[in-house]
């Protein structure tokens, strides 16, 4: 049987690695390369994100984001890694404890790195949010509070917003179209899935079809609970689905006063 990165180490030896250079004061490129190799072999392996944890990285993202505040790179990379517990339901109440909620509340309103920092922040909040009232254990910030500031955040993002985010799958996009009672929750899942396969149809587009995610969208824009911001979304979504990546295409370069190069 094949080992994973993580079964090699691979986590302990990134986090050594970063817990030298913090002690040299030095964001450098080894650091900026450990959690971006970090991020990738979180994404949906669970293992690999409870070892994170385990292995006291929590610590280590608050530490690197206090010392190096300003360093674009590191922190969506971080930022990206911290979307992949989130979306482990058994690991993200660990995000609830100490001030990360306040954290993530502040970097909602961050415009760094273009909608990236503000766009995981938001996606973090939907996986915790969309586990109901009940799972939300602390009194500050609510859960209201927090889902009000997701929608604001939701709305400045510019629909032609090109990315720095690469999916493999939308799994955990999709299972958030699902949650009615976390309207918020659902506008960031829609607005994702409008935004990636607009601006990168060749091969969401696709994507989205393989996983069934168009029945899904269906349901969404005709059920009555939904806002409707996010039907209009959803529909855009299926249309550009139908349409194909060239005339999706087409129309996105014939609208080019639309685009942000963010």
Same mark, same amino acid.
């Given at each position: 049987e094949k080992l994973?990165?993580? #079964?090699?180490? @691979?986590?302990?030896?990134?986090?050594?690695i970063i817990r030298r250079k913090l002690? $040299?004061?030095q964001c450098d490129e080894n650091m900026e390369v450990s959690w971006s190799m970090m991020w990738n072999i979180t994404d949906e392996t669970a293992e690999n994100c409870k070892r994170f944890i385990d292995n006291n990285g929590l610590e280590l993202f608050k530490s690197c984001l206090v010392r190096f505040a300003d360093? #674009?790179?590191?922190? &969506? *990379?971080?930022?990206?890694?911290? =979307?992949?517990i989130a979306e482990v339901r058994e690991l993200r109440k660990k995000l609830m404890e100490g001030d990360f909620m306040d954290i993530f509340c502040k970097l909602m309103e961050s415009e760094m790195d273009g909608i990236e920092v503000s766009y995981n922040a938001v996606g973090i909040f939907s996986h915790i949010t969309a586990d109901g009232e009940n799972a939300w254990t602390i009194s500050q910030p609510t859960r209201n509070e927090v889902m009000m500031r997701m929608m604001r955040a939701i709305k400045r %993002?510019?629909? #032609?917003? +090109?990315r720095n985010i690469n999916y493999r799958s939308f799994g955990p996009i999709l299972n958030l179209l699902k949650a009615f009672d976390t309207p918020a929750a659902q506008y960031w899942? /829609? %607005? @994702?899935?409008? *935004?990636?396969? &607009?601006?990168?149809?060749? +091969?969401?587009? +696709? $994507?989205?079809?393989? !996983? =069934?995610?168009?029945?899904?969208?269906?349901?969404? !824009?005709?059920?009555? +609970?939904? $806002?409707e911001e996010v039907k209009t979304l959803a529909h855009t979504v299926i249309e550009? /689905? &139908? *349409?194909?990546? #060239?005339k999706v295409k087409a129309e996105s370069e014939s609208n080019p006063e639309d685009q942000s190069d963010d």
């Open positions: 994973t990165f993580g #079964e090699l180490g @691979a986590i302990e030896a990134m986090l050594k002690a $040299l004061n360093k #674009e790179e590191l922190l &969506r *990379n971080m930022m990206g890694l911290m =979307g992949n %993002w510019p629909l #032609e917003s +090109r899942a /829609v %607005w @994702a899935l409008c *935004n990636l396969t &607009r601006v990168y149809p060749e +091969r969401y587009c +696709r $994507l989205l079809k393989s !996983e =069934g995610g168009l029945a899904l969208l269906e349901t969404v !824009e005709a059920d009555p +609970r939904t $806002l550009q /689905v &139908r *349409n194909g990546p #060239e």
